[in-house]
């Protein structure tokens, strides 16, 4: 059996966690070769004592000499680099077969891009790099001949219900639609007045899942949905109308696939991210993720509802972002981040997310991409947009 080598970004976050635990179940399967952190130094340093990788990376200088200096005290070889450039020469590297994608936000999209553009196997978890840059993204991928494999459970679930020669288009292959479930997150029974009040800590507290706060946010704001319906339209070459929004509570049908014969699809398992991230780094086999066996008995029952788009305006917002294309999706994902950022940090409330955002995807007319750096460009104007909103408040 050939050993992979894998390249984790994002190493020290939720993910990154996870991945690390699936790869050390298959230590003659998977090599190391490259961890990336951006905080939680200590996490890095004990993960790169743990897999030796030939490099780790972090954000600056300092943070550099500080690792490499603990590094060096425990005969770790490792060695620290820092900065963007880092990033993307450890995801293109000629060693590295795969890379698991795990940066939080649009700070991964230039990494990602880098390792697709290598034609290596992406496990793609920064859902925010394809949100931003999708049509360059799904280029960059036919052209390089990279194998893109979806980690966000959903899209890893229709992933694995659709035909092997999906790429065709939904039509040619029978699909009719994607059913996109979703958990409905810790605010799904709130009423408008409730909503208005919920704290941060209350946001991250996610009922099924342990996850990063960004996407803890993103999930009780049903942004995550959102963000994930545009992801479902570039994986798998669907309209926004072809994609179905599914409220199911008890997040254990990660997704569905709907024929025209009247088939649905289903890939059902316990919520543990480490089954999807299994998956995808095996595929096609099947191996250990670490997650125990799924009891429908203990679960029993199976529950569905429609989204409520007036309590939970996001997905509106960026079934509109869908719509429009162009720079639409990198707005909505700009101000989105400048939105919970600033809820996080207490200097706005919960459901300013969705009037912030609008008022950003409102002020700037969505225009046809030319390339990366006019995608970066709308990204930096949304947040200033955003960031002005908040400012004229008070
Ligand atoms: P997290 O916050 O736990 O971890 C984020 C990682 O990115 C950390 O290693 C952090 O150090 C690094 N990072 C943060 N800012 C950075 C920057 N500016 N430059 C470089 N590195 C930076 O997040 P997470 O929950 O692991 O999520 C990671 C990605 O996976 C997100 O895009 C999220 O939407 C997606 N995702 C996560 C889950 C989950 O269960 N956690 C599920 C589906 C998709
Ligand atoms: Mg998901």
Same mark, same amino acid.
């Given at each position: 059996?050939?050993?992979?080598?894998?390249?984790?970004?994002?190493?020290?976050?939720?993910?990154?966690?996870?991945?690390?635990?699936?790869?050390?179940?298959?230590?003659?399967?998977?090599?190391?070769?490259?961890?990336?952190?951006?905080?939680?130094?200590?996490?890095?340093?004990?993960?790169?004592?743990?897999?030796?990788?030939?490099?780790?990376?972090?954000?600056?200088?300092?943070?550099?000499?500080?690792?490499?200096?603990?590094?060096?005290?425990?005969?770790?070889?490792?060695?620290?680099?820092?900065?963007?450039?880092?990033?993307?020469?450890?995801?293109?590297?000629?060693?590295?077969?795969?890379?698991?994608?795990?940066?939080?936000?649009?700070?991964?999209?230039?990494?990602?891009?880098?390792?697709?553009?290598?034609?290596?196997?992406?496990?793609?978890?920064?859902?925010?790099?394809?949100?931003?840059?999708?049509?360059?993204?799904?280029?960059?991928?036919?052209?390089?001949?990279?194998?893109?494999?979806?980690?966000?459970?959903?899209?890893?679930?229709?992933?694995?219900?659709?035909?092997?020669?999906?790429?065709?288009?939904?039509?040619?292959?029978?699909?009719?639609?994607?059913?996109?479930?979703?958990?409905?997150?810790?605010?799904?029974?709130?009423?408008?007045?409730?909503?208005?009040?919920?704290?941060?800590?209350?946001?991250?507290?996610?009922?099924? =899942?342990?996850?990063?706060?960004?996407?803890?946010?993103?999930?009780?704001?049903?942004?995550?949905?959102?963000?994930?319906?545009?992801?479902?339209?570039?994986?798998?070459?669907?309209?926004?109308?072809?994609?179905?929004?599914?409220?199911?509570?008890?997040?254990?049908?990660?997704?569905?696939?709907?024929?025209?014969?009247?088939?649905?699809?289903?890939?059902?398992?316990?919520?543990?991210?480490?089954?999807?991230?299994?998956?995808?780094?095996? =595929?096609?086999?099947?191996?250990?993720?670490?997650?125990?066996?799924?009891?429908?008995?203990?679960?029993?029952?199976?529950?569905?509802?429609?989204?409520?788009?007036?309590?939970?305006?996001?997905?509106?917002?960026?079934?509109?972002?869908?719509?429009?294309?162009?720079?639409?999706?990198?707005?909505?994902?700009?101000?989105?981040?400048?939105?919970?950022?600033?809820?996080?940090?207490?200097?706005?409330?919960?459901?300013?997310?969705?009037?912030?955002?609008?008022?950003?995807?409102?002020?700037?007319?969505?225009?046809?991409?030319?390339?990366?750096?006019?995608?970066?460009?709308?990204?930096?104007?949304?947040?200033?947009?955003?960031?002005?909103?908040?400012?004229?408040?008070?």
């Amino acid at each position: 059996m050939t050993v992979s080598q894998v390249t984790v970004l994002g190493a020290t976050g939720s993910i990154g966690v996870n991945t690390l635990d699936v790869i050390a179940r298959h230590p003659n399967e998977y090599r190391v070769y490259a961890l990336s952190g951006y905080s939680r130094m200590d996490v890095l340093a004990e993960q790169c004592a743990r897999h030796r990788p030939a490099y780790a990376v972090v954000a600056d200088d300092v943070q550099a000499a500080a690792l490499q200096q603990v590094l060096h005290a425990q005969d770790v070889a490792t060695e620290v680099v820092y900065g963007e450039q880092a990033l993307s020469d450890v995801a293109a590297a000629t060693e590295v077969d795969v890379v698991m994608a795990a940066i939080v936000g649009a700070a991964g999209l230039r990494p990602t891009l880098a390792a697709v553009q290598a034609g290596k196997r992406v496990l793609l978890a920064n859902k925010e790099a394809l949100v931003m840059s999708g049509a360059l993204f799904m280029q960059a991928v036919r052209d390089s001949g990279a194998q893109l494999l979806p980690i966000d459970s959903e899209h890893n679930a229709i992933f694995q219900c659709m035909p092997t020669n999906y790429a065709e288009g939904l039509a040619p292959v029978g699909v009719r639609r994607i059913l996109l479930t979703a958990s409905g997150g810790p605010f799904r029974e709130f009423n408008i007045d409730q909503l208005a009040g919920v704290t941060p800590a209350q946001a991250c507290a996610h009922p099924n =899942w342990s996850m990063g706060q960004k996407i803890s946010v993103d999930s009780a704001s049903m942004m995550n949905k959102g963000l994930e319906l545009i992801e479902a339209c570039w994986l798998f070459d669907a309209r926004p109308d072809q994609v179905e929004v599914v409220v199911h509570p008890q997040s254990v049908v990660h997704s569905l696939v709907d024929y025209v014969d009247g088939s649905v699809l289903a890939q059902l398992g316990n919520p543990d991210m480490r089954t999807p991230i299994a998956h995808a780094l095996a =595929w096609p086999r099947r191996i250990d993720s670490g997650v125990s066996a799924l009891d429908l008995l203990t679960i029993a029952r199976l529950d569905f509802q429609a989204p409520d788009d007036r309590r939970f305006p996001c997905l509106r917002l960026a079934r509109q972002a869908a719509a429009s294309g162009g720079t639409a999706c990198a707005i909505l994902n700009a101000a989105n981040e400048v939105a919970v950022a600033a809820f996080l940090s207490g200097r706005m409330g919960f459901t300013d997310i969705p009037v912030m955002i609008e008022y950003a995807l409102n002020a700037m007319p969505s225009e046809t991409v030319q390339d990366l750096d006019h995608i970066l460009l709308a990204d930096r104007m949304a947040r200033e947009c955003a960031e002005r909103w908040l400012a004229a408040r008070g």
